[in-house]
């Protein structure tokens, strides 16, 4: 069964480059798009992107300017960097899986998340 | 960008009663909205896909309806642990959005 592990820093400094990576284990990163999405402390979901293992990706408008995702399929990890964030990038960063293969589905494997705070 | 907004953002319900929520979508989203529960501290969890498909290991008391901008998800009859927040996704030219969520809390 397939499971999912973020890690990173849990804190960035304001105006630094946030930097995540997300473990692939017990299947493949490949055939499947990956996605990150975030909740602020308290708040709802918000979407950030999504990436294939061939190198196709789509981001958030909102975000698109800051955000870089790539895939290392010798590792079998995936990974985001946000630039330049403030306060408001805080929250709990989580990635996951599309349902199918091949489609930019819905998200039926997810990780446990982590929180990422941005401080100085 | 499509908006999706969700209705009531709160529903004081008691276990055994059936709750209806709503995901209204800003335009047409065909049938490309799903479902999710999440729980505090925990990652969301995927309950339908497809508008009215059940996701793997989803109970049937889950169901979901809808198409185009309008969509209901509906809990037959409420287990304890189905206390929780469910949001709607949409994914339409080739972008993803979340609505607000729902809280379902006991009455």
């Known amino acids: 069964q397939v499971q999912l592990q973020e890690s990173g820093p849990g804190l960035v400094k304001p105006s630094e480059t946030l930097s995540l990576s997300c473990t692939v284990s017990?299947?493949?990163?490949?055939?499947?798009?990956w996605s990150w999405i975030r909740q602020p402390p308290g708040k709802g979901l918000e979407y950030i992107g999504y990436?294939?293992?061939?190198?196709?990706?789509n981001y958030n408008p909102s975000l698109k300017s800051r955000v870089s995702m790539s895939v290392d399929t010798s590792k079998n990890l995936f990974s985001l960097e946000l630039t330049s964030v403030t306060a408001a990038d805080t929250a709990v960063y989580y990635c996951?899986?599309?349902?199918?293969?091949?489609?930019?589905?819905?998200?039926?494997?997810w990780g446990q998340g982590t929180l990422v705070t941005v401080s100085s | 960008e499509i908006v999706l907004t969700q209705s009531p953002a709160t529903l004081s319900l008691s276990p055994g009663e059936r709750a209806t929520l709503s995901c209204r979508a800003s335009?047409?989203?065909?049938?490309?909205l799903a479902w999710y529960q999440q729980k505090p501290g925990q990652a969301p969890r995927l309950l339908i896909y497809?508008?009215?498909n059940r996701a793997t290991g989803i109970p049937p008391r889950f169901s979901g309806s809808g198409s185009g901008t309008d969509f209901t998800l509906t809990i037959s009859s409420l287990e304890p642990e189905d206390f929780a927040v469910y949001f709607c996704?949409?994914?339409?030219?080739?972008?993803?959005?979340f609505g607000p969520g729902t809280k379902v809390d006991i009455k």
């Open positions: 335009e047409s989203v065909d049938r490309f």
């Open positions: 017990g299947g493949s990163i490949t055939t499947y798009f």
């Open positions: 996704q949409q994914r339409s030219n080739w972008l993803f959005t």
């Open positions: 996951a899986r599309a349902r199918v293969q091949y489609s930019y589905d819905s998200n039926s494997v």
């Open positions: 497809d508008a009215s």
């Open positions: 990436i294939h293992h061939g190198g196709t990706t």
